[in-house]
Each structure stands twice: as structure tokens, then as C-alpha cells.
């Protein structure tokens, strides 16, 4: 079939030609993680040799540079991360003398077409989610499996939350849902490290909340988790028309969708996502649920933001804890990670364990307890307000044995299996390091579990360091 420019003007995939001189020049910003980006753009920005576009080296440079700005990427960090990429590297070489200019360029380019694609007539509506389709007439749209990239899953804290996703965190009020949430965003904020020690990615937070003020709970729980405060933003209102309103679902889904596309954001965090549904949404109903939760989902999988959504469990406590989420089966459903929070014998501890994954293995059952921290400030710059704050905030104490259907064991019985482990270390750890694979090996034939010598590996004054791809634990000095 020929098709003529009316035809694709019709079909809305003419482009028009943006003007680089009405962009301001881009200003170098800060390098982002290109491990937490769509695999196609971090296939290309790893490599210079990438067969695309007829090998033409200028049009995949535009072609990952519009695509990390629809991602969400700030033309001033799109300019560092591009830079120090190995792609970067290979356009620097190509364009020694004039590179800066070439990459500002490049980037207002991309700006400008991307603006004018938002304005709707007679420019190419691109679509940078991983659905990339066009419609031509009308009917079902088949994807055939053949032609259909395969993608690994990423993740924000594996194998808890996953990227692109959403997970639910759900619990009885009082369990610190919400202190773990925000405990998860600091660090999520500095780049630093998981609970379970592994690193995760860093970049912008958003948390809407309806349940908690930003002044006296919210920013104070940031402080005393040490958060980088100019990552994280707090929403609670919208304006339409010059009017200020509360934010809502499903009327402001789309408003949301670009603020995670503006802010770069890895995890949004809604707590709780019942206090922002439009009035007359059944939570019961699994209908009126799906047609808040799909379009989230969607908004996840575009973007590439990880959805934590904090729920609380029904007063049915009869039911699996599966079933007590929200109100309506449709909260799991929409959801590919699970978490609850459970009360132990211990006096203070509560465990974080999964109800649901369906991405990976379940995750290891972490123990917990509420802390408070008192911060002073240093400098003027560190917040605003008060010189002092005193704040909740979260302490972990590493992997537990815990199954929700068979209950907590009692006091006795944890003591017991803590003894055990206690007497295993002593034996095993003598006056040098011991590689933690052969500790594990020789725990399960006694009847052990890694979770169960993590839970008192630093009680007892064991440290634990990564030498040579492996972990080793002693004894402290």
C-alpha cells in the first residue's frame, strides 16, 4: 500500500522540525544511574556500536537523548549522564573541538520536538512507554510473541519492590507502614543501602499522603532517616483553573502521571491510596478498584516509577491477610509484590514479610522496631524550621523465620532456636574469617537457617565484610 503526506498527517505521525534556537542553552546538571533505565536506552548509551538507523552515529545520540527526556531525565542531568556514558565517550571522540556544542544541540533538539509533540497538530505523537503501537483503522491490536522484546525485571529493593511495578504494603494502624515507607525513600534518595544490604538505585521520591502533615511528621521522619530532602517531594493538592483541590483518583491520574515524568521519579508513594479516591468509589467493588489501579499500573510501566502503595487490612480477621487488603481482591490483583507488617513475641519487634510475589522467590521475613532519634541541626541549609527534631524512625534486625498462617513462636521456642544459633557461631567462627556459603551449608545440616544466625549474628558481636565477590564474617575486635 502507498501512502501519500496526507495519509500521515491523518494518521498524526508527520513531524515538524523544532527550532534548536528557542531552547536556552542546557546548563551541565548531575549523572543518573543508567542501570534503573529501560534496557533499550542503556543498550545503546553502554555501547557505540549498535546497528540503528543505517549506522548514522548522530541520530542514535538524538535518538537515547529524547528518549531519556521522555523518560523523565532533566536536560541538564541528560547532558552529564550522556557525557560520562560510553556513548558519550564514542561522541567525543567523533566531534573533538565542538563536542559541547554538538550535545547542546542534540538535547535542544530534543526538548523542542518533544514540546511541540505535546501540542497536539501535525508533529509525530510518540509514545515512549513499551507499548509502541499505531492503530491503523480499528479493531483488536494483536501483538504476535515473536515480535515482542523480552525484558528482565528490574528493581528497587529485590526481591521486595520491583521497578515499573506496584507493590502494596498492608498492615494493621500503629505497625509503622508509613515509617517504613519513608525509611525506604531516604534511602532510595541517597543511593545508599537496602535493609537487606544490598545497594539500590537513587534518584528523585514522591509521597502522597493524606494521613500525615510534611511540617510535623512527614519532613521530621525524613530528617531522622538521614533522606536527601531535595530528592523527595511531598503532594497533597492540585490546582485546576487557578483553584486549589485535593488531590484525586481517578480525576487526577493524569496529573500524576506527569509529575513522575517531570521529577525523574523512581518511587511514588501513596499512603493511603483510600484517602485519595473520588467520593462514591466502592472499595469493595473489584470494578470501581481496577479503574484507579489499571491506569496506575500503566503509569508505572510508562514511566518506569515504582508504585508503593500503603493499605490497611479490613476488620475481618477471619479471612487470609491476602483478602483483608483494601476491601477488594482487585488491590492484589493490580499488585506484583505484597508486603504486610506482623507483630513477634518479642516485645517492640514486628516483622515485614511477603504476601505475594510474582516476579520472583518469596522474599526472607525482616524484623523491625520503631526507634526515636533526636536531630539537631548543624547548618542553616540542613531544613528549614525548628533547630531540633525528635521523629520515629526504623531499626532493623535482620531475617526471621515467620510464616503469618502458623503465627509467631512463643517466647520459649525463639529463645531456644536464638541459643542454637548462638552456640553454631561460636563453634564455626573461631580466630579467623569464615566464608558465609560454608557457614549456611553447615547451618542447614544442623538444622539452622541463614535467617535464623542473621537474626543474632550481631548480638552476639559478629561483622560481616564482602572480600573477593564473596561475604566473609569474624568476630569484632
Known amino acids: 500500500m502507498t501512502y501519500t503526506l496526507e495519509d500521515f498527517k491523518r494518521l498524526g505521525i508527520w513531524e515538524e522540525k523544532p527550532i534548536a534556537e528557542d531552547i536556552p542553552p542546557v546548563k551541565p546538571g548531575k549523572a543518573v544511574s543508567i542501570h534503573g533505565l529501560p534496557e533499550k536506552i542503556r543498550t545503546i548509551l553502554q555501547s557505540s556500536t549498535i546497528e540503528s538507523h543505517n549506522g548514522d552515529f548522530s541520530r542514535q545520540d538524538s535518538s537515547v537523548i529524547t528518549a531519556m527526556l521522555s523518560y523523565g531525565i532533566s536536560p541538564e542531568d541528560c547532558y552529564v549522564t550522556f557525557a560520562s556514558s560510553p556513548r558519550g565517550r564514542h561522541a567525543a571522540m567523533r566531534k573533538i573541538g565542538h563536542f559541547d556544542d554538538y550535545l547542546q544541540r542534540t538535547i535542544r533538539k530534543a526538548v523542542g520536538f518533544l514540546n511541540s509533540s505535546k501540542s497536539g497538530n501535525n508533529h509525530i505523537k510518540v509514545d515512549f512507554g513499551k507499548r509502541k503501537k499505531i492503530a491503523i483503522g480499528e479493531g483488536i491490536v494483536i501483538d504476535m510473541a515473536a515480535d515482542i522484546e523480552t525484558e528482565r525485571t528490574h528493581w528497587v529493593w529485590y526481591p521486595y519492590i520491583p521497578l515499573g511495578k506496584i507493590t502494596i504494603l498492608a498492615g494493621d494502624p500503629g505497625m509503622g507502614k508509613s515509617t517504613i515507607a519513608i525509611d525506604l525513600v531516604s534511602r532510595i534518595s541517597q543511593g545508599t543501602f537496602l535493609p537487606s544490604g544490598a545497594r539500590t538505585i537513587s534518584g528523585t521520591c514522591l509521597i502522597a499522603s493524606a494521613e500525615d502533615a510534611p511540617e510535623d511528621t512527614i519532613t521530621p521522619r ?109 488491590f492484589i490483583g493490580a499488585a506484583r509484590s505484597v508486603l504486610a507488617v506482623g507483630t513477634s513475641q518479642k516485645d517492640n519487634i514486628r516483622v515485614l514479610y511477603s504476601l505475594k510475589s510474582n516476579l520472583a522467590k518469596r522474599a526472607p521475613s525482616l524484623a523491625y522496631e520503631m526507634k526515636q532519634v533526636r536531630k539537631e541541626r548543624q547548618n542553616p541549609t540542613d531544613w528549614l524550621g525548628e533547630d531540633k527534631i525528635i521523629s520515629n524512625t526504623i531499626r532493623w534486625r535482620g531475617e526471621v523465620d515467620f510464616d503469618p498462617l502458623k503465627g509467631p513462636m512463643s517466647v520459649n521456642d525463639q529463645r531456644k532456636i536464638e541459643m542454637e544459633a548462638e552456640s553454631f557461631l561460636h563453634q564455626m567462627i573461631t580466630d579467623s574469617e569464615v566464608d558465609t556459603d560454608d557457614l549456611f551449608r553447615e547451618a542447614r545440616q544442623a538444622g539452622l537457617s541463614r535467617a535464623q544466625l542473621n537474626a543474632v549474628k550481631t548480638k552476639v558481636g559478629i561483622r560481616s565484610r564482602r572480600k573477593n565477590g564473596k561475604w566473609w564474617w569474624s568476630w569484632t575486635e
Open 222 to 330: 525524613l530528617i531522622a532517616s538521614q533522606a536527601n530532602l531535595k530528592r523527595v517531594g511531598i503532594m497533597r493538592e492540585v490546582k485546576i483553573d487557578g483553584e486549589d483541590h485535593y488531590l484525586s483518583f481517578p480525576r487526577d491520574l493524569s496529573r500524576l502521571r506527569d509529575a513522575v515524568v517531570s521529577k525523574g521519579a523512581r518511587i511514588l508513594v501513596i499512603d493511603p491510596l483510600n484517602a485519595f479516591l473520588e467520593k462514591g468509589t466502592d472499595t469493595y467493588k473489584d470494578q470501581d478498584i481496577r479503574l484507579i489501579l489499571a491506569p496506575l499500573e500503566s503509569i508505572a510501566e510508562e514511566t518506569g516509577v515504582s508504585i508503593l502503595i500503603v493499605a490497611h487490612l479490613n476488620k475481618k480477621e477471619d479471612s487470609s491477610a491476602l483478602y483483608r487488603v483494601g476491601g477488594s481482591i482487585g
